[in-house]
């Protein structure tokens, strides 16, 4: 049985940062709890420092009790700084982006892998670019009414059209900003950056996380070492692991357990790039570690993940019997949620996103607080699934304790 738990988190594209992040999991873990009639003490958080925060959890049944530690990776200032860039260049690197997918044909791979993605990429580019077109299209109004119309001079007709376009383009970005448009647009120029191996922004959280991992095995202080990347988090997890493991390549052959868990990856989506050989090489690293347990959860319900693909032969990286990893986790968010909220969600895309990491109405395989703090190794919860639950009697008491 576990008894101590490590966790590194590495959250998707989000500014809200621990604090943010440990408000959510301290409402959901409560509802967890009363779903499994466990109880829970949760410590309170602690900034360690500018790259890491961090909180405790301990949760227990009658004859069971793990302790552990959440180490949040932090990101939210890089994330503040680039959305507080000059919005004209954000807009220039986000269109860029759309041409450069197109002239390669990844925005085709991409809805070839999975054609929900692709839609939910095209409709924010597509805002984007609507946006735009909408504050333009004012302008060119305005200085049309004010030149034919009005008889205006030509200089003031020009004045009054770039004040409209100025004005219709302000107006409208706090429901760009609502919506996600920026934010998204914002992040993946970075992406593609980053899976070309070119310095980035994101090196520091990698770096830091990497060398956070290596002396979290060194400790052995724990059962098992979770490393856990969401959404736009998953393919920094990949990378912050194969970086570990260069600091250290016996890293994976003693001490604790070391997982990796990919949930609502946007990975192969980064990998599609024709250019992006730095991420196809951190995938083909880890699909040949033994030492390492890597599991990949989707869901046919998220929208922003890819449900049913291969994330090692799906992005071109051939592999023969060498190959062990990832366990491929399919995972059903009507079977965590009750049949009223479910079809409430199934049209909020990002809510349902963030699924992963929050509380389920049902007993499911997959229960984000019991595999974070449950005595069951991860790996088995996603081999034997149903076969878990039943181990867990209706008060808590776990039947597998040995």
Not at 15 to 22: C, N, T
Not at 100 to 118: C, I, K, S, Y
Not at 212 to 224: F, K, P
Request: hydrophobic letters at 45%; charged letters at 20%; a positive charge.
């Amino acid at each position: 049985m576990i008894t101590r738990r490590r966790i590194i988190y590495l959250s998707g594209y989000d500014p809200q940062g621990p604090q943010g992040y440990y408000a959510l999991f301290g409402s959901q873990l409560k509802r967890a709890c009363t779903l499994w009639h466990t109880k829970f003490t949760l410590g309170p958080l602690v900034i360690e420092s500018a790259d890491i925060a961090s909180w405790t959890v301990t949760i227990g049944g009658p004859n069971w009790k793990v302790f552990t530690r959440y180490d949040f990776v932090r990101q939210e200032d890089i994330i503040s700084a680039n959305c507080a860039e000059p919005i004209i260049r954000q807009i220039y690197r986000g269109v860029r982006w759309m041409l450069d997918d197109l002239a390669t044909g990844t925005t085709f791979r991409v809805f070839r892998a999975n054609w929900q993605f692709g839609m939910h990429h095209v409709v924010l580019q597509l805002l984007l670019l609507a946006w735009i077109a909408t504050s333009m299209t004012a302008g060119t109004l305005g200085w049309y009414i004010a030149r034919h119309k009005l008889g205006v001079a030509t200089p003031i007709g020009v004045g009054i059209s770039v004040a409209i376009v100025f004005a219709i383009f302000m107006a409208l970005r706090p429901l760009a900003n609502r919506w996600l448009v920026i934010r998204v647009n914002n992040h993946w120029p970075y992406l593609r950056e980053f899976g070309r191996g070119e310095a980035n922004c994101f090196d520091r959280p990698i770096e830091i996380g990497a060398a956070h991992l290596r002396d979290l095995v060194t400790a052995n202080d724990a059962d098992e070492v979770v490393v856990i990347g969401h959404s736009g988090g998953a393919p920094l997890a990949q990378c912050m692991v194969t970086r570990a493991l260069e600091l250290d390549p016996d890293l994976g052959l003693r001490g604790p357990r070391i997982v990796m868990l990919t949930i609502g990856s946007i990975t192969p989506a980064v990998a599609f790039h024709p250019r992006a050989l730095k991420i196809r090489e951190i995938i083909r690293r880890l699909a040949i570690e033994p030492s390492i347990n890597w599991i990949e959860c989707q869901s046919r319900k998220d929208a922003l993940n890819f449900w049913g693909f291969d994330p090692v032969a799906g992005v071109g990286i051939q592999l023969g019997p060498e190959r062990c990893n990832p366990l491929v986790w399919q995972l059903r968010f009507r079977d965590m949620l009750s049949p009223k909220l479910y079809r409430k969600l199934r049209w909020k895309l990002f809510r349902l996103h963030f699924q992963y990491i929050m509380a389920n109405q049902m007993r499911a395989s997959y229960d984000y607080f019991m595999l974070i703090g449950g005595p069951v190794p991860i790996i088995e919860w996603a081999k034997r699934q149903r076969d878990v639950i039943a181990e867990f009697s209706s008060e808590g008491e776990y039947l597998g304790a040995e």
